[in-house]
């Protein structure tokens, strides 16, 4: 390692808000190109940008729901619809 680097996985530093763990819901904040992902086993343990809100259900039902809702044209719908600015503010979606 070449002193200044910082690698990804040495997380010291990294806020915990930052790190995706398997189960969780991502989804872009850029509201022209709505995404959402699921975090499978594979990017357990990765960190996110912050153009990308992480939401993490409390349990398996709850992540079906939110999944299908946020998949489904409504849910696309209501994020491009939350708020002027063409980013998805976070306190919209609690």
């Known amino acids: 390692m070449q002193k200044g680097m910082k690698y990804l996985f040495d997380l010291d530093g990294i806020e915990e808000k930052a790190v995706v763990r398997k189960g969780d819901i991502l989804i872009s904040k850029i509201v022209s190109l709505p995404k959402i992902a699921l975090v ?11 153009d990308i809100i992480k939401i993490r259900p409390v349990d398996q039902q709850a992540q079906e729901i939110l999944m299908k809702f946020f998949s489904s044209n409504i849910g696309m719908l209501s994020l491009k619809k939350m708020g002027s600015s063409p980013q998805v503010v976070l306190d919209h979606l609690r």
Do not use: T
Not at 40 to 50: F, H, K, L, R, T
């Open 40 to 50: 499978d086993e594979e990017y357990d343990g990765a960190v996110i940008s912050p």
